[in-house]
């Protein structure tokens, strides 16, 4: 079963902005600490940032001050602003929850959205 949804992926032209979403399933989005990674060709999966379940936030420094992860606990929902894009940001980007529950510890993915930023 479908654990993790992104959306939002796209093409837009250097400068522009777009916000993914990833919905997750109740029971694991509420004990997760949510990531948002991106895999370009050829090169390994990074991660972006991440936030926990009080809102605690970490960026790697490359989308330091352009990109915005939140999450609305109401909506089960982690999202990920990304403003200034540069053509280097193109790759297919995922949500991650790393779920730690009372019985078990496991990391779910989503299916990816492909982001594609135009020179």
């Known amino acids: 079963q479908v654990q993790l949804v992104e959306s939002g992926g796209g093409l837009v032209q250097a400068g522009g902005s777009l916000r993914l979403s990833c919905v997750a399933s109740r029971i694991i989005f509420s004990s997760s600490v949510m990531g948002w990674y991106r895999q370009a060709p050829g090169n390994q999966r990074e991660l972006l940032a991440h936030?926990?379940?009080?809102?605690?936030?970490n960026y790697v420094d490359s989308v330091k001050g352009r990109f915005t992860i939140s999450r609305d606990n109401a909506k089960n929902t982690v999202y990920l602003q990304m403003n200034s894009l540069k053509p280097e940001d193109t790759a297919v980007y995922y949500c991650?929850?790393?779920?730690?529950?009372?019985?078990?510890?496991?990391?779910?993915w989503g299916q990816g959205t492909q982001v594609t930023v135009s020179s």
């Open positions: 991650n929850a790393a779920y730690s529950g009372p019985y078990s510890k496991r990391g779910y």
């Open positions: 936030i926990t379940e009080g809102g605690t936030i």
